[in-house]
């Protein structure tokens, strides 16, 4: 595999088109995109409950009101990005439909299993 030399190309200076172009030929190139934003998106690194407001809470809440439509044991809300009982009753309500430990916190794992779902009911990924 002579790929492993692409340590010893960088330590001389290459760039990474440089790298690609040593193994592969001169014909490679690196095609960038425009950023992916809107829904879903990245854990913003910090749990979210009660108390909690902002676009991250109105995100979530937007996600839960349209898994609702698809699971009725999840009471639906409307989106208005502050986190009150509500939200609390249906982040409850989704962790213990999903498996999850019911806290009614929005942590990393519950982030993560919302953005799933959502994408899942919505069928986001097969427009990709």
Do not use: C, H
């Amino acid at each position: 595999m002579t790929q492993w030399g692409s340590k010893s190309l960088g330590d001389q200076g290459y760039s990474a088109i440089e790298i690609l172009r040593y193994f592969y030929g001169s014909n490679m190139y690196i095609n960038t995109a425009e950023a992916v934003s809107g829904i879903p998106a990245s854990w913003p690194g910090y749990n979210i409950g009660i108390g909690s407001s902002g676009q991250n809470v109105y995100q979530i809440q937007k996600q839960l009101a349209r898994i609702a439509k698809a699971y009725p044991a999840i009471p639906s809300i409307v989106p208005d990005g502050i986190y009150g009982p509500k939200t609390k009753a249906a982040v409850e309500k989704f962790q213990a439909v999903f498996g999850l430990p019911v806290s009614g916190v929005v942590d990393y794992n519950t982030w993560y299993e919302i953005s799933n779902i959502y994408v899942a009911v919505t069928r986001i990924a097969e427009l990709a």
